[in-house]
C-alpha cells in the first residue's frame, strides 16, 4: 500500500511538532529516572527510618528539581484526590496562584464529562510508574486543555502519594485535526478533479499516486499504473517531452501549460496541457502533474482555423471582384466622358471618377493586406492623393502636396467615407483655392489622438475660403457630400480661413449593422 502523499507545508508543520514534542519527552524520561532514584533513596526501611543517611542532602535537591522542571508538575492524595504541591510551571500554566491550587483537588480542574474517566485512571493504578494517557482539564480562566500525563507514585511527608507530569498537547493535536482535514481536502481534491493528476517520482518517472481523471482519461487500472515508470508504460508519444519538463522543472520548481502528446492504453495518441511542480515526501522530490486532455479543443480550433482561412478568402475574392467592377465602372465613366464636350459636365465626370477611384482603392488595400479587419489608411491616403495630383495636373501650375500621416489602421466601413472625404477636399483645393497663382501648398494630416480619436486635417495657403459663403450650406454637390460622409463618421467638419483655408475633423472607428452606426 502507498502511502497517500501528505501537502509539503503541512508536513514540514508536524514535522517541526514531532521535534518539539520529541524533546520535551526527552525531558520527561529524564525526570521519571530522576523520581525512580528519588524513590528508592526515600522510601522508609521497614523500622520505619530513612533508607540511607543521604536523605538530608537529597532532599533540597528533589524539591529544587521539581519547582524548576519547565513542564506542570503537581503532587496529589490518590485517596482525596487533593492536590498537596504544585510547581511553578504549573502555576504559570494554568493560572491558579500556588495557594489557590493547593487547595483545589484533582475533579476541581477535569471537566464534568470526564470525571469518571479520571477516577477510573486512579483507582485502576497499580504501578509506581505509569502513563495514564491523554486527559482533559480546565485553567483558571476556563479553558479546556488536552494533557499528555505520567504519573508516578511516591512517598510524600510519611504517606503514599502520585507525581504527575503534564504535557500540554493541545496544540499539536489541532494542528494534527487540521493536518488531517488539509489531507482530506487534497485528497478529495485529488480525487475527483476530472483532469488527470499524477504524483511521479522526479528521478525515474515512478507513479507515487494518480486519481480517478487519470484512469478514466487513460484507460489503466490502478494496479497497472502504481509501481511503473512513465516510460514503463510508454505514455509519452515522445520521450523528449518528458526530458524537456524535468529540466524545466528542475530549473524553475514548476512548468504552466505544457503540451504534449500521451499515448493511451488502448493505443490512441490524445494530446494534453500540463502543468506540473516539484514536491517533496519524505525527503525525495516528486512531480506533481495535472494533465487536461485539449484534444476534442484543439481538433475544434483547427476546424475554426480551417473556417477562417475560408471566410478570408471569400472575403478577398468578394473585394477583389468589388475592385475589379469599380474598375470596370472608371472605364465606363472615361469612356463616356471622352464623348463629351462640354468641359463643365466633362469635369462632373470626373469628379464621380475620382470618388469611385477612393473607393477602389481601399477596396484593393484589403486584398493586399493579411487583415481583413482593417486596411492601411496612411498608405491608401498617399496613393490616393498621388492619383489626385495626376488627374488635376496642369502643365502651368506647381501645387506641392505635403503628407503628414501617421501609423493609422481603419477598418473597410470608417476607411471609405473617410478617403471620399479627403478626395473631396483636396478636388476642391486643387480646383478652387489658387486661382491664376502658379504654385501653392495643400496639406493632408491624419494623427491618432491621445482620446482614442483620429484627427484629419487638409489645409492650403491659396486665397482662402470666400466670406460670403457658408461652407455648411452649400448648393455644390462636394461639400455636401462631405458633410454627409463626417455626420456618418460621427463627426462634424470644421474650417478656419487663416493664410488659406483649412478643414478639420475628429472622427472615430465605426462598424455599420444596418441603418444604426455605433
Same mark, same amino acid.
Given at each position: 500500500?502507498?502511502?497517500?502523499?501528505?501537502?509539503?507545508?503541512?508536513?514540514?508543520?508536524?514535522?517541526?511538532?514531532?521535534?518539539?514534542?520529541?524533546?520535551?519527552?526527552?525531558?520527561?524520561?529524564?525526570?521519571?529516572?530522576?523520581?525512580?532514584?528519588?524513590?528508592?533513596?526515600?522510601?522508609?526501611?521497614?523500622?520505619?527510618?530513612?533508607?540511607?543517611?543521604?536523605?538530608?542532602? $537529597?532532599?533540597?535537591?528533589?524539591?529544587?528539581?521539581?519547582?524548576?522542571?519547565?513542564?506542570?508538575?503537581?503532587?496529589?492524595?490518590?485517596?482525596?484526590?487533593?492536590?498537596?504541591?504544585?510547581?511553578?510551571?504549573?502555576?504559570?500554566?494554568?493560572?491558579?496562584?500556588?495557594?489557590?491550587?493547593?487547595?483545589?483537588?484533582?475533579?476541581?480542574?477535569?471537566?464534568?464529562?470526564?470525571?469518571?474517566?479520571?477516577?477510573?485512571?486512579?483507582? !485502576?493504578?497499580?504501578?509506581?510508574?505509569?502513563?495514564?494517557?491523554?486527559?482533559?482539564?480546565?485553567?483558571?480562566?476556563?479553558?479546556?486543555?488536552?494533557?499528555?500525563?505520567?504519573?508516578?507514585?511516591?512517598?510524600?511527608?510519611?504517606?503514599?502519594?502520585?507525581?504527575?507530569?503534564?504535557?500540554?498537547?493541545?496544540?499539536?493535536?489541532?494542528?494534527?485535526?487540521?493536518?488531517?482535514?488539509?489531507?482530506?481536502?487534497?485528497?478529495?481534491?485529488?480525487?475527483?478533479?476530472?483532469?488527470?493528476?499524477?504524483?511521479?517520482?522526479?528521478?525515474?518517472?515512478?507513479?507515487?499516486?494518480?486519481?480517478?481523471?487519470?484512469?478514466?482519461?487513460?484507460?489503466?487500472?490502478?494496479?497497472?499504473?502504481?509501481?511503473?515508470?512513465?516510460?514503463?508504460?510508454?505514455?509519452?508519444?515522445?520521450?523528449?517531452?518528458?526530458?524537456?519538463?524535468?529540466?524545466?522543472?528542475?530549473?524553475?520548481?514548476?512548468?504552466?501549460?505544457?503540451?504534449?502528446?500521451?499515448?493511451?492504453?488502448?493505443?490512441?495518441?490524445?494530446?494534453?496541457?500540463?502543468? @506540473?511542480?516539484?514536491?517533496?515526501?519524505?525527503?525525495?522530490?516528486?512531480?506533481?502533474?495535472?494533465?487536461?486532455?485539449?484534444?476534442?479543443?484543439?481538433?475544434?480550433?483547427?476546424?475554426?482555423?480551417?473556417?477562417?482561412?475560408?471566410?478570408?478568402?471569400?472575403?478577398?475574392?468578394?473585394?477583389?471582384?468589388?475592385?475589379?467592377?469599380?474598375?470596370?465602372?472608371?472605364?465606363?465613366?472615361?469612356?463616356?466622358?471622352?464623348?463629351?464636350?462640354?468641359?463643365?459636365?466633362?469635369?462632373?465626370?470626373?469628379? !464621380?471618377?475620382?470618388?469611385?477611384?477612393?473607393? @477602389?482603392?481601399?477596396?484593393?488595400?484589403?486584398?493586399?493586406?493579411?487583415?481583413?479587419?482593417?486596411?492601411?489608411? !496612411?498608405?491608401?491616403?498617399?496613393?490616393?492623393?498621388?492619383?489626385?495630383?495626376?488627374?488635376?495636373?496642369?502643365?502651368?501650375?506647381?501645387?506641392?502636396?505635403?503628407?503628414?500621416?501617421?501609423?493609422?489602421?481603419?477598418?473597410?466601413?470608417?476607411?471609405?467615407?473617410?478617403?471620399?472625404?479627403?478626395?473631396?477636399?483636396?478636388?476642391?483645393?486643387?480646383?478652387?483655392?489658387?486661382?491664376?497663382?502658379?504654385?501653392? $501648398?495643400?496639406?493632408?494630416?491624419?494623427?491618432?489622438?491621445?482620446?482614442?480619436?483620429?484627427?484629419?486635417?487638409?489645409?492650403?495657403?491659396?486665397?482662402?475660403?470666400?466670406?460670403?459663403?457658408?461652407?455648411?450650406?452649400?448648393?455644390?454637390?462636394?461639400?455636401?457630400?462631405?458633410?454627409?460622409?463626417?455626420?456618418?463618421?460621427?463627426?462634424?467638419?470644421?474650417?478656419?480661413?487663416?493664410?488659406?483655408?483649412?478643414?478639420?475633423?475628429?472622427?472615430?472607428?465605426?462598424?455599420?449593422?444596418?441603418?444604426?452606426?455605433?
Amino acid at each position: 500500500m502507498v502511502p497517500k502523499p501528505e501537502c509539503p507545508d503541512a508536513h514540514q508543520r508536524n514535522r517541526v511538532l514531532e521535534e518539539r514534542i520529541e524533546t520535551l519527552e526527552r525531558e520527561n524520561s529524564k525526570l521519571r529516572d530522576e523520581n525512580l532514584l528519588l524513590k528508592a533513596r526515600l522510601v522508609p526501611s521497614r523500622d520505619g527510618t530513612p533508607a540511607n543517611d543521604g536523605e538530608k542532602t $537529597v532532599r533540597p535537591w528533589y524539591r529544587n528539581l521539581f519547582e524548576c522542571h519547565p513542564l506542570p508538575l503537581y503532587i496529589f492524595d490518590p485517596g482525596t484526590l487533593r492536590i498537596l504541591l504544585v510547581n511553578e510551571a504549573a502555576v504559570g500554566h494554568y493560572g491558579y496562584t500556588k495557594e489557590e491550587f493547593e487547595g483545589l483537588r484533582i475533579l476541581d480542574i477535569t471537566p464534568e464529562e470526564d470525571i469518571p474517566k479520571v477516577l477510573n485512571a486512579i483507582r !485502576s493504578s497499580r504501578s509506581p510508574l505509569e502513563k495514564p494517557g491523554l486527559f482533559r482539564q480546565r485553567k483558571k480562566d476556563g479553558t479546556i486543555i488536552t494533557v499528555d500525563i505520567h504519573s508516578h507514585q511516591i512517598d510524600f511527608d510519611g504517606r503514599q502519594a502520585r507525581l504527575s507530569m503534564c504535557l500540554d498537547v493541545t496544540d499539536r493535536i489541532r494542528a494534527h485535526k487540521d493536518l488531517m482535514q488539509s489531507e482530506e481536502k487534497f485528497r478529495m481534491a485529488f480525487m475527483i478533479s476530472p483532469d488527470a493528476v499524477n504524483i511521479n517520482r522526479l528521478e525515474d518517472g515512478l507513479y507515487y499516486d494518480i486519481n480517478e481523471g487519470f484512469l478514466k482519461t487513460t484507460g489503466y487500472s490502478r494496479e497497472e499504473v502504481i509501481g511503473k515508470t512513465s516510460l514503463d508504460l510508454k505514455i509519452w508519444v515522445d520521450p523528449g517531452d518528458r526530458e524537456t519538463l524535468t529540466r524545466t522543472l528542475r530549473e524553475k520548481g514548476q512548468v504552466n501549460n505544457f503540451e504534449a502528446l500521451f499515448r493511451m492504453k488502448d493505443g490512441t495518441v490524445r494530446e494534453g496541457l500540463m502543468s @506540473a511542480k516539484i514536491m517533496t515526501l519524505d525527503d525525495t522530490p516528486y512531480i506533481l502533474n495535472i494533465t487536461r486532455d485539449i484534444t476534442e479543443m484543439k481538433i475544434a480550433q483547427a476546424r475554426v482555423q480551417a473556417s477562417l482561412q475560408e471566410k478570408e478568402i471569400l472575403l478577398k475574392e468578394i473585394n477583389h471582384r468589388v475592385k475589379n467592377n469599380l474598375q470596370v465602372v472608371l472605364s465606363l465613366l472615361s469612356l463616356q466622358a471622352s464623348y463629351i464636350q462640354d468641359p463643365g459636365y466633362k469635369e462632373k465626370f470626373r469628379e !464621380s471618377q475620382n470618388r469611385v477611384r477612393a473607393i @477602389a482603392i481601399m477596396h484593393e488595400e484589403t486584398c493586399r493586406g493579411q487583415d481583413l479587419a482593417g486596411v492601411d489608411f !496612411s498608405s491608401c491616403v498617399r496613393k490616393l492623393v498621388e492619383d489626385l495630383a495626376h488627374s488635376y495636373h496642369k502643365p502651368s501650375r506647381d501645387i506641392a502636396l505635403k503628407l503628414d500621416l501617421g501609423d493609422v489602421r481603419l477598418v473597410l466601413d470608417t476607411a471609405i467615407p473617410c478617403s471620399l472625404i479627403i478626395t473631396e477636399l483636396v478636388s476642391n483645393a486643387m480646383k478652387h483655392a489658387f486661382g491664376d497663382r502658379r504654385e501653392g $501648398v495643400i496639406e493632408v494630416r491624419l494623427r491618432n489622438s491621445p482620446s482614442g480619436e483620429y484627427f484629419l486635417q487638409v489645409s492650403d495657403n491659396g486665397e482662402g475660403f470666400p466670406e460670403d459663403l457658408d461652407f455648411r450650406n452649400t448648393r455644390t454637390m462636394g461639400l455636401q457630400f462631405v458633410h454627409q460622409m463626417a455626420a456618418q463618421l460621427g463627426s462634424k467638419l470644421a474650417m478656419e480661413r487663416q493664410n488659406g483655408t483649412n478643414f478639420s475633423m475628429f472622427f472615430r472607428e465605426y462598424h455599420e449593422v444596418g441603418t444604426q452606426v455605433y
